[in-house]
C-alpha cells in the first residue's frame, strides 16, 4: 500500500470530521437534564461520586435528549447492570490495588484514552470549553470533551478512576484517532482505554479487558417513509440493503443474524455510515442503541428507529481494554464491581441513556 | 529502421546485461551467498531477539487468524478484480484521447490542449481519496434522478477520472517520444494527420511506453482498494473487518500477500510480452 494512502486516511479523517460537523444541526454538547430521583442507592464508604461538571450556559444545546423520567423505563431495554444488583454488597479493594501499590504510565495520574471524536451519549461536554481538570493546550476533541465528565462512558470513566483514589484533576486524556491502535503489540500509551469496544474472547487473547459496564443493544436506523420502516422482524430484514461501521460487532449482526440477500455495506465509521443511509445508499443502519438516538436525534433528518434487536440476538458486552496482562486490570475489574454494587453504573445508565422511549424489539 | 532504441527487458539471472549479477565467477557467486546470509542473518537476529518480538509475532504472523481470513478475503476478490479490469479499459481510452488531444497542434486546437492540461494537472493534484469522496457520498447526496447510488459505479468513475490523468501523460510522453522525422516522412507519402497519427506515430509510442503503463497498471490494482471507503466491502474492507474483529494484525498479512500474488504475475507477463515484441524486431533488422 502507498505511503500516498496514510496521507489520504488523514485527509479523510478531516473529511469526515469537517462534513459531520456541519451535518449536526446545533452545536451536539448535549445536556439531559440529570434525573432528580433515581433508585436508592446504598451509600457506600467510598468518596462521593462525582457529578458532572454542570455546562456553562454557551454550552448548552437547543436539542437535548428526551428527558428521562424515572418510571418509564423501557421494558425492552436490558439493564446497564450485567451482573449484580444493588443488593450486593461491595468486594473489598484487593491489597494490589491500593493507591500507592498501582502501576501507572505515568505515576500519581490516571492517564485514559478515548476515540477522536468521541460520540454522545457515550460522551458529553463541549470541545470548545475549558473544563477546570482539563489542562490548557493539548488535543482538540471533536464533538465532545472527555473532560467533562459527561456520557454513559464519561461519567463511568470518572467514577473508576474515583474509585481507584484518583481525583478528576489528576486523570489525562489520550485521543485515540485509529481503532488498531486500541489492539496494536507493544506497550500501550494508557493505563485503560474506553471506546465502547466489546469484549469477545477471540479479542482477549490480544488484550486484556475489564470487566463489562455495559451491556448493549444493537438497532436498525431507517428514513422515514421508506418501505423498510415498517418492518416488526429480522425477516423483514433480508431483502433490504443494510449496513454498518468498520469495526464494530453491528456488521457481525447483519452478516450473523439478519443474513440479507444483499451484500451489507461496511463503512469506516460512523458519519460515513450516517451520510450514506441520508442518501439513501443504504436503506438500514445498524448500529448500538445509543448511538443510534444520537444519530436520529442529531445527525440525521428524517430518520427513524426501526426497532433494537433482542437479546437473545445479540448482546454486547461493553469493557474497557487494558495492556495484555497489566496489573491494573484487576483493580479496574473491583471499581467496576463496586460501582455496579452501589448502583452507579445504573444511574448513569438512567441519566445518560435511556432514552424514556419504548422501541421495539425486532427477532 | 527504427529510430527508436529497442528498451531491454529485465532478465534478472544469467544475462550479460543483468546489472544484478554482474559479470561473476564462481568464487564470486560463493561472496555473495555468504554475504547474503550474513546481512539477512543479522537482521533476522535483531528481530527474532526483539524483548517484544513475542507479542508481535502473534499479532502480525499467527496461522490461525491467517488461516480464518484468507477465506474472507478471497471470496471479495472477485470484486478488485472487476473493478480492476472495467477501470484500466477505460482508462487507457480516456487517456489516450487525452494525449491526443494535448499534442495536436495550431491555435485553433488551444481550447482542447487547455482542456487536457487542466484535467491532468487537478485530478493529478488532488488525492484520489478526494475524488472518491466527492463522487461516492456526494453525487448520491445530490439525489439526482435517474442517477445510480451505488457506491461501485462511482468508485470506477472516480478512479478513472484520476488514473487516465496519469496515464495520458505516460501516453504524452511516448508520443512526444517518437522522432519527429516518423511524422514528416508519414505526411511526406501523403498520410493525413489523423492517419498518421493512427498508423505510424501511435503504435511507435504505445510500444515504447509499455513498462511505465506496467507501473500505473499494478497502481490501480492496489488503489481499488480506495473504494472500501465509500461502503463496498472488498479485499481491503474485509481485512479491517477481520483485524478489528480478532484484534489481530494478520489479516493484513494476508491482504498484502493477495495484492502481491496479484500483481506479480502481471508484470512478468507483460515483461514477456515485451521480450516476444523486441525479438521481433530484431528479427526484422537482422535481416
Known amino acids: ?363 | 529502421m527504427s529510430g527508436v532504441a529497442p528498451t531491454t527487458p529485465p532478465e534478472l539471472l544469467g544475462s550479460r546485461n543483468s546489472r544484478l549479477l554482474g559479470r561473476l565467477r564462481p568464487s564470486g557467486v560463493l561472496t555473495a551467498v555468504l554475504s547474503t546470509a550474513v546481512v539477512f542473518g543479522v537482521i533476522g537476529y535483531i528481530i527474532v531477539n526483539a524483548p517484544g518480538w513475542p507479542r508481535v509475532q502473534q499479532s502480525f504472523f499467527s496461522p490461525s487468524v491467517f488461516a480464518d481470513s484468507l477465506p474472507d478475503i478471497l471470496a471479495v476478490l472477485p470484486l478488485n478484480l472487476e473493478l480492476f479490469f472495467i477501470a484500466e479499459l477505460l482508462i487507457l481510452v480516456l487517456a489516450l484521447v487525452l494525449a491526443v488531444m494535448r499534442s495536436l497542434p495550431g491555435p485553433v486546437f488551444f481550447p482542447f490542449r487547455l482542456m487536457s492540461v487542466v484535467y491532468v494537472d487537478v485530478f493529478r493534484g488532488v488525492p484520489s481519496i478526494l475524488v472518491i469522496f466527492l463522487l461516492g457520498y456526494g453525487v448520491p447526496g445530490l439525489g439526482l434522478k435517474g442517477v445510480t447510488n451505488d457506491a461501485f459505479v462511482w468508485g470506477l468513475v472516480a478512479l478513472v477520472l484520476v488514473w487516465s490523468a496519469y496515464v495520458a501523460e505516460v501516453f504524452r510522453a511516448g508520443i512526444e517520444g517518437v522522432h519527429p522525422s516518423q511524422e514528416a516522412a508519414a505526411r511526406s507519402l501523403g498520410l493525413s494527420r489523423f492517419q498518421s497519427l493512427r498508423f505510424v506515430v501511435l503504435p511507435q509510442a504505445v510500444r515504447r511506453v509499455i513498462p511505465p503503463l506496467l507501473n500505473d497498471f499494478i497502481g490501480l490494482q492496489k488503489d481499488t482498494s480506495l473504494i472500501s471507503f465509500i461502503g463496498v466491502v472488498e479485499v481491503f474492507s474485509q481485512t479491517r473487518i477481520d483485524a478489528g474483529g480478532s484484534f489481530n494484525f494478520t489479516p493484513y498479512l494476508v491482504c498484502g500477500l493477495v495484492f502481491l500474488v496479484m500483481t506479480i504475475p502481471v508484470a512478468r507477463f507483460v515483461d514477456w510480452l515485451v521480450g516476444r515484441d523486441r525479438k521481433r524486431q530484431l528479427a526484422t533488422i537482422a535481416r
Not at chain 1, 494512502?5 to 451535518?23: I, N
Not at chain 1, 422515514?224 to 440493503?241: E, F, M, R, V
Not at chain 1, 445527525?299 to 469493557?319: E, K, R, Y
Open chain 1, 1 to 363: 500500500m502507498r505511503h500516498s494512502r496514510l496521507v489520504s486516511l488523514l485527509a479523510l479523517g478531516l473529511v469526515a470530521v469537517a462534513c459531520a460537523a456541519p451535518a449536526a444541526t446545533t452545536a451536539p454538547s448535549v445536556a439531559p437534564t440529570p434525573v432528580a430521583t433515581h433508585a436508592a442507592a446504598t451509600p457506600t464508604a467510598l468518596a462521593a461520586t462525582p457529578a458532572p461538571a454542570t455546562p456553562t450556559a454557551a454550552a448548552s444545546a437547543s436539542i437535548s435528549y428526551p428527558p428521562a423520567t424515572a418510571s418509564a423505563v423501557p421494558s425492552a431495554i436490558a439493564s446497564a447492570v450485567a451482573t449484580g444488583s444493588p443488593a450486593v454488597t461491595a468486594p473489598p479493594r484487593p491489597d494490589a490495588c491500593a493507591m500507592t501499590s498501582l502501576v501507572l504510565k505515568n505515576p500519581g495520574r490516571l492517564t485514559l484514552s478515548t476515540d477522536n471524536p468521541a460520540y454522545p451519549p457515550w460522551w458529553g461536554g463541549d470541545p470548545k470549553t475549558q473544563y477546570p481538570n482539563q489542562p490548557s493546550g493539548g488535543v482538540k476533541w471533536k464533538l465532545s470533551n472527555p473532560y467533562s465528565q459527561m456520557g454513559y462512558e464519561g461519567a463511568t470513566a470518572y467514577a473508576i478512576a474515583t474509585t481507584l483514589g484518583f481525583t478528576p484533576d489528576q486523570v489525562d486524556w489520550l485521543q485515540n484517532t485509529n481503532f488498531e491502535q486500541a489492539f496494536a503489540p507493544g506497550e500501550k500509551k494508557f493505563d485503560f482505554h474506553m471506546a465502547q469496544i466489546s469484549i469477545t474472547p477471540e479479542r482477549a487473547t490480544a488484550v486484556d479487558f475489564s470487566d463489562p459496564y455495559f451491556d448493549s443493544e444493537q438497532s436498525l436506523v431507517v428514513l422515514q417513509g421508506t418501505p423498510i420502516a415498517s418492518a416488526t422482524s429480522i425477516a423483514d430484514l433480508k431483502q433490504y440493503k443494510l449496513g454498518a461501521a468498520s469495526n464494530t460487532t453491528s456488521y457481525d449482526l447483519i452478516k450473523n443474524a439478519i443474513q440479507p440477500t444483499t451484500a451489507p455495506a461496511v463503512y469506516p465509521d460512523n458519519d460515513t455510515a450516517v451520510t450514506a443511509l441520508q442518501n439513501g445508499q443504504i436503506d438500514g443502519l445498524v448500529a448500538d442503541l445509543g448511538s443510534a438516538i444520537y444519530m436520529r436525534d442529531v445527525q440525521l433528518t428524517g430518520a427513524a428507529i426501526v426497532g433494537q434487536f433482542a437479546p437473545t440476538v445479540q448482546i454486547d458486552h461493553v469493557g474497557a481494554v487494558l495492556d495484555l496482562g497489566s496489573p491494573l486490570t484487576p483493580c479496574v475489574d473491583w471499581a467496576i464491581q463496586t460501582l455496579k454494587a452501589n448502583g452507579t453504573l445504573q444511574q448513569f445508565f438512567v441519566q445518560w441513556l435511556n432514552s424514556g422511549q419504548d422501541i421495539p424489539l425486532l427477532q
